[in-house]
């Protein structure tokens, strides 16, 4: 007799299976409590039986995003018909050919399912985020609809405050002109340089101000604290039993602030929310650092203050329209450009797929889904 499950399992488990701990992966601290939380509130089953059930290989998932992980991709041609929009040579025909039998949508923070989308595929049940951000799926046109969407928040929290440390650390202490400057052999030449003409390298006493205290904005604000940095934040409404200090504006943050961070969900409201008013409040001893989404940032404001100095240096993990960034940042050495990497490590991105794919399995199986935002 198979064994009690938490979660209905599709294939046969070989090797490894799909919804496997994290715990056998890491052994970063950090990512194991995460972990631990994650399994203690049923976001990642105990156990999973080893008896093979019925292939549900008749229903059609179109991934609109384009492959971003094998691991996913495998996983999903496994248990469903896969189609990857994105290398279909005709989309309109495709999509018209397909309309009636395409259930769900895979997407990522690239591209989701926006109106347009969701009208043309009339059979369109669930649309599984390989993201915790959602601007890339139209959440009213998926209720009116009853269309159910998941993301995969918690498992990536870890990463990309681990990141948003790494970016204020390299700002401020230039770790990346440092390391060209070994690189270059300069150093035989002469010590590497111990101030600039704004501020001291240093991180360590430096007030951080957090736009968006969720789960990434209050981890980032564990870490900082570590670091005996003073933490403020702007949020919708103030935090109940949150100690640090509450600003009713960004552009109050940014002028008590040494390091701005964008932590907070991309919505309309959202759009540009560090423009010229802000950049100028956190002035040119001050750094932003950006681990949301690019269009946080007016792109061309901040370009031209750090251009013109009017703000300190930036740390960037995202951008406006990727994976093009102004080259005008290119020489500048007071910013550290990443290629949108908050979340990129093997772990973590393979912890987004089982979540991905056990929401779609959850769904067509009548079960409660894993993380649930529709």
Known sequence: MAQSMWFPKLLPVTERSLLRPLL???TNPLLHSSTTSLRQSNLLPRRVSTAAVSPMESITVLMTCPPVHPYLVE???KRFTLHKLDSVPDKAQFLSSHRDSIRAVVGNAAAGADAELIDQLPKLEIVSSYSVGLDKIDLAKCKEKGIRVTNTPDVLTDDVADLALGLMLAVLRRLC?????????LWKKGDYKLTTKLFLLQFSGKTVGIIGLGRIGMAIAQRAEAFSCPISYFSRSQKPGINYKYHPSVVDLAA?????????????????IINREVIDALGPKGVLINIGRGPHVDEAELVSALVEGRLGGAGLDVFQDEPNVPEELFKLEN???LPHVGSGTVETRQAMADLVVGNLEAHFLNKPLLTPVV
């Open 24 to 26: 056998h992966h890491t």
């Open 75 to 77: 996983a999903l041609e």
């Open 177 to 185: 002109e440092s390391d060209r400057y070994v690189r270059s052999g």
């Open 256 to 272: 008590n602030c040494d390091i701005l961070v964008v932590a907070c969900a991309l919505t309309p409201e959202t759009r540009h």
């Open 335 to 337: 910013v550290v450009l």
